[in-house]
Each structure stands twice: as structure tokens, then as C-alpha cells.
């Protein structure tokens, strides 16, 4: 069985790119939808930043819980990233 992740990389435009840290999609917290807040659980929408559109991605793992904050260029790419993490792990 291959196990599938989010993998954070050194780069993305060069030949010696490599992993630095991978967040195993089974690790993720579910997902499930409010009509208030929009999707919630295992990501959550935070808002708006000089870094772009950003959105925490939450998860177990050795017990403990991980943050991630992931940011896009536009709010077409979160709700993208965020609409296929929901039909993953809802």
C-alpha cells in the first residue's frame, strides 16, 4: 500500500530539490463542511496575509498535534487546495 503526503520542499526550480518535511494524509484530522464557517476540522480558512490567502492544515501525528500553514496566491488556489482536502479526507 503506498501511503500519499503533503511534502514541504527546499525548492521548486532547481535539480537539487529535496524533502524537508512530509505530512502523511492519513495523519490529517477529518474534514467536514459548516454553513457558517465553511470547511473545518482538519483545515481551517485563516485569513487573508502579505504571504497571500492562507489556511491550517491540521494533524496527529506520534500523538501530538501538527500545524501547518499553507498560503496561495489567490483565494481560487486555497479554495482549490482546500476543496481537494475535503474530498480526501471528508
Not at 28 to 48: M, N, R, T
Not at 54 to 82: D, H, P, Q, R, Y
Request: hydrophobic letters at 40%; one cysteine or more.
Amino acid at each position: 500500500m503506498t501511503k500519499h503526503g503533503i511534502h514541504a520542499l527546499t525548492g521548486r526550480r532547481n535539480d537539487l530539490v529535496k524533502t524537508v518535511k512530509t505530512m502523511m494524509l492519513s495523519d490529517i484530522k477529518p474534514l467536514y463542511k459548516s454553513v457558517k464557517k465553511g470547511i473545518q476540522g482538519g483545515a481551517e480558512d485563516i485569513g487573508s496575509f502579505s504571504e497571500g490567502e492562507c489556511f491550517k492544515v491540521i494533524a496527529n501525528k506520534l500523538g501530538s498535534e501538527v500545524n501547518w500553514i499553507m498560503c496561495c496566491e489567490t483565494l481560487a488556489e486555497k479554495t482549490e487546495w482546500m476543496n481537494i482536502l475535503m474530498a480526501l479526507k471528508g
